[in-house]
């Protein structure tokens, strides 16, 4: 029985598939450049590089600060489990809101990145941060706060809180 017969390729269809990755490539290069350009027109302002306290004005520098503000408070944590609950709860959103559980349907939305509701926010505030809930470090630091009074640290949270 004979070999199946393979087509042969000639050398334009391999100069063509070059030049159509190449130019594939160079789109996708240009276009962040071009949504950013935009994006930021349309809006006239941009997110600062840094938060006030100098750290990133991103997760990470959220939940640097918040590690700052917990060691002089003596609340206890690390970033890990801080990084770990705030994934789980928000997705790292800071504008997350739960309109669909226990919580909301009490009138009362679980918000933020580590989801505190607003009793609770108000509750364990810690002083020299935000009052805004939807506020990252702050946030971070009240829901610290509770975790540390309720379980003894945010690293001893594994679910909902």
């Known amino acids: 029985m004979p070999a199946a017969v393979q087509p042969r ?3 334009n269809s391999r100069l063509v598939r070059a030049l159509v990755a190449a130019g594939t490539g160079a789109a996708v290069l240009a276009l962040p450049l071009i949504g ?5 027109a349309a809006t006239g302002t941009s997110t600062p590089a840094t938060t006030t306290a100098g750290y990133p004005n991103n997760l990470d ?3 640097r600060e918040s590690l700052a503000i917990m060691a002089e408070k ?5 970033y890990n489990g801080i990084y770990r609950n705030i994934i789980r709860e928000s997705s790292g959103n800071p504008m997350a809101i739960n309109l669909w559980d226990s919580n909301a ?3 009362i939305p679980s918000k933020g990145l580590l989801q505190v509701i607003d009793p609770t926010f108000n509750a ?5 941060t935000s009052f805004n809930i939807y506020d990252p470090v702050a946030n971070i630091t ?13 690293d001893n949270v594994f679910g909902a809180y």
């Open 105 to 107: 349907a009490k009138g």
């Open 9 to 11: 390729r000639t050398r």
């Open 36 to 40: 950013a350009t935009s994006a930021s």
């Open 124 to 128: 364990y505030h810690v002083a020299g």
């Open 142 to 154: 009240a829901a610290c706060n509770y975790a540390a009074a309720r379980y003894g640290s945010i």
């Open 74 to 78: 003596g609340i206890p944590g690390t």
């Open 61 to 63: 520098g959220w939940i």
